[in-house]
């Protein structure tokens, strides 16, 4: 089954290759005549362990970071009015979640703009998902991708679009309704899709 790209968020989650392109209404990384899509990744993670050193963001960026990378992401901060929710630090600690924001730049077409995710990362052995997936759901995201090997582990993640400049907002119309990823099965609860076992 094909996910459809039903708004701008839907292009950025998962995070696409450092080159990406719009080939006959699918999004794609073998380049082709179609529209490119240019990523410049930015991104930092955080464990448990982490979290629970510092309740804040901007304490979390202070403790993980050093020189420029610390002066750009107390900037990103500041600029997008990112925060660590009460809600999602809850999540991260109950699901031992690592937790990853990602501040890209893209360029499209000449159009250039900034995207922040959240992504939530949980792994285990096993095949049941349901409670894990019911945890993120209550962060409403607007991706959950749940990856499951032969019933021995799994990989769940959720994405939330924290931000997406007007600039790129400004194409959305080239990208409705084009595939963004296969998956062997696709859900829908709370607005939030469910993608299983993507190819």
């Not at 990112?82 to 360029?107: C, H, N, Q």
């Not at 959720?158 to 998956?183: P, T, W």
Request: hydrophobic letters at 35%.
């Amino acid at each position: 089954m094909r996910l459809k790209i039903t708004s701008i968020e839907d292009l950025f989650i998962p995070p696409l290759q450092e080159y990406s392109y719009l080939c006959n209404g699918i999004i794609t990384d073998m380049k082709c005549k179609g529209m490119e899509i240019y990523r410049d990744p930015d991104f930092i993670a955080f464990t448990v362990n982490d979290i629970l050193s510092s309740m804040s963001l901007q304490g979390l960026i202070k403790m993980k970071t050093r020189g420029r990378k610390r002066e750009r992401w107390l900037r990103y901060i500041s600029k997008y009015k990112m925060e660590l929710e009460p809600k999602e630090f809850s999540t991260v600690l109950r699901l031992g979640a690592l937790l990853t924001i990602y501040v890209d730049g893209y360029e499209i077409e000449g159009n250039q703009g900034d995207v922040v995710v959240k992504e939530f990362r949980v792994s285990g052995t096993g095949s049941n998902t349901d409670h894990i997936r019911k945890m993120l759901l209550e962060l409403s995201p607007r991706l959950i991708v749940i990856q499951n090997k032969n019933n021995i582990w799994y990989v769940v993640t959720g994405y939330k679009v924290a931000f997406v400049d007007s600039q790129l907002k400004k194409i959305e119309k080239s990208f409705v309704n084009s595939d963004r990823m296969e998956c062997s099965e696709i859900q829908e609860e709370y607005n939030t899709r469910i993608c299983l076992n993507p190819s």
